[in-house]
């Protein structure tokens, strides 16, 4: 659970008055003193990659292949869908450049809906790259029927980067018994193999009851992490009985957070997410911890594109979400990160994007 069970409270929230001709004007947010992470203060922006025509790109997972170049493995799907179509139509797909700038060449589509009777029939989607005892796996989320309540987490695995991929014929891990916290689904999978050998899978979830009841409302349900150990990689996965290990629902307002991406450094665990609210919808967050298992208060990991002083046109009505970075996934080199990868709504064709930052 979290450390602090205390806020600070009075965000708020004041637009400028100015912007410059013909871009999106950018907002200011007073932040609490103290809010911003030492992580957020060294990222500088790159800008756009995969922008892909009559395609919304998200969830962009980098790693560095043994060629020396980097494989981002990333969902698309269509844009007559909508942002709505990573429920109901995404696929995995695998792209490679020269450089972490880019630009990146589509390679293939890695892992598509099976279609009726499979457990990923509908969507594969949130996909995160990792090489663990020399073999390289691809933690997803699909779902059976086009709905948030068949999102299970599953793992592929495949020799090199550019497979063979051997897929699962059942998810890796499923949700809780009914009206538990996480009774609802298991999605947006963060991997790291334990310093003492073990498999650790942190998921995110919530409670059906809850998600119904919040029908009509911004945010719906309450998203929490949960953790999940295996003394082996494909499983069995048993859930930590302290679940779940980061919960803000605690501080009202429907507090709550998603898109985590775990790490080791320094000692510790680092965890990076999207922020629904903690600070603002606008951020990312920054935790760490000694042991995995109890986290520090967040604080801010990065902020939207506006506030790295980078123009974009405004934005159209069909993107509610536009110029804000989700979905964060680092690049790392022996262990230490290099690139901060996000997805954000906009771009070329006006659908969604990667978005890269470097990390000085």
């Known amino acids: 659970m979290l450390a602090r069970r205390t806020f600070l409270t009075g965000l708020v929230l004041a637009p400028l008055a100015r912007a410059w001709a013909g871009f999106a004007a950018p907002r200011l947010i007073d932040y609490?003193?103290?809010?911003?992470?030492?992580?957020?203060?060294?990222?500088?922006?790159?800008?756009?990659?995969?922008?892909?025509?009559?395609?919304y790109?998200?969830?962009?997972?980098?790693?560095?292949?043994?060629?020396?170049?980097?494989?981002?493995?990333f969902s698309r799907w269509a844009a007559g869908k909508g942002m709505g179509g990573w429920l109901n139509g995404s696929e995995i797909c695998h792209a490679v450049a020269d450089k972490p700038e880019g630009p990146y060449a589509f390679v293939e589509v890695v892992l598509a809906p099976r279609g009726p009777g499979h457990w990923d029939a509908t969507t594969c989607h949130n996909p995160s790259i990792q090489l663990v005892d020399g073999q390289y796996c691809l933690f997803f989320m699909g779902n059976a029927n086009g709905k948030t309540d068949t999102k299970r987490i599953g793992l592929a695995t495949a020799p090199t980067l550019d497979g063979p991929w051997t897929r699962p014929d059942q998810p890796l891990l499923l949700p809780g018994p009914a009206g538990a916290w996480d009774d609802h689904c298991t999605t947006n999978p963060a991997f790291i193999k334990h310093p003492n050998g073990q498999y650790w899978l942190y998921y995110k979830s919530w409670n059906t009851r809850e998600y119904e009841e919040a029908k009509g409302q911004a945010i719906r349900g309450n998203r929490k992490y949960g953790l999940a150990v295996a003394e082996q990689l494909h499983g069995p996965y048993v859930k930590f009985e302290g679940n779940p290990v980061i919960d803000f629902s605690g501080q009202g307002h429907n507090k709550q957070f998603e898109d985590a991406f775990?790490?080791?450094?320094?000692?510790?665990?680092?965890?990076?997410?999207?922020?629904?609210?903690?600070?603002?919808?606008?951020?990312?967050?920054?935790l760490e911890s000694e042991d995995g298992k109890a986290w520090s208060f967040p604080t801010i990991a990065f902020r939207a594109i506006r506030d790295y002083g980078v123009p974009e046109p405004p934005a159209p009505p069909s993107l509610k979400r536009y110029g804000r970075l989700e979905r964060p996934q680092l690049l790392l080199r022996n262990g230490k990160p290099e690139y901060l990868f996000c997805a954000s709504q906009g771009g070329k064709f006006m659908t969604a994007s990667s978005f890269i930052l470097k990390i000085t």
């Open 262 to 286: 775990v790490w080791r450094q320094h000692g510790k665990f680092q965890l990076l997410a999207r922020d629904m609210g903690v600070y603002s919808q606008e951020v990312g967050l920054f």
């Open 32 to 55: 609490p003193k103290g809010a911003f992470s030492k992580f957020s203060k060294h990222l500088k922006p790159v800008g756009r990659a995969l922008e892909l025509p009559d395609c």
């Open 57 to 73: 790109v998200w969830c962009n997972s980098p790693i560095y292949g043994p060629d020396g170049r980097v494989h981002v493995f």
